[in-house]
């Protein structure tokens, strides 16, 4: 419904698991996410989202701090 009342923040979408349930992966298929983990999970109390978000941060401490590696001299070796 978010995607259909303001397009725009399909971007910001976090697709955390796939569900058990027939719906949501109607919905998933519908606006062409693909989620991060696959358990089987039918609890419906955001525990697949509790389960992602250490992933997505973590995915994202790794994005911001490799300029600092860039920066570090480090030699790697070659091959």
Do not use: D, F, T, W
Request: aromatic residues 6%; proline residues 8%.
């Amino acid at each position: 419904a978010a995607c259909q009342i303001a397009p725009e923040v399909k971007p910001y979408l976090i697709p955390s698991h796939y569900s058990a349930e027939k719906g949501a992966r109607i919905a998933l298929a519908h606006l062409g996410l693909e989620p991060y983990l696959n358990m089987g999970m039918r609890l419906g109390e955001g525990s697949g989202a509790a389960l992602a978000m250490p992933i997505v941060e973590a995915a994202c401490a790794m994005y911001h701090r490799m300029g600092m590696l860039a920066a570090s001299n480090i030699v790697l070796p070659k091959g």
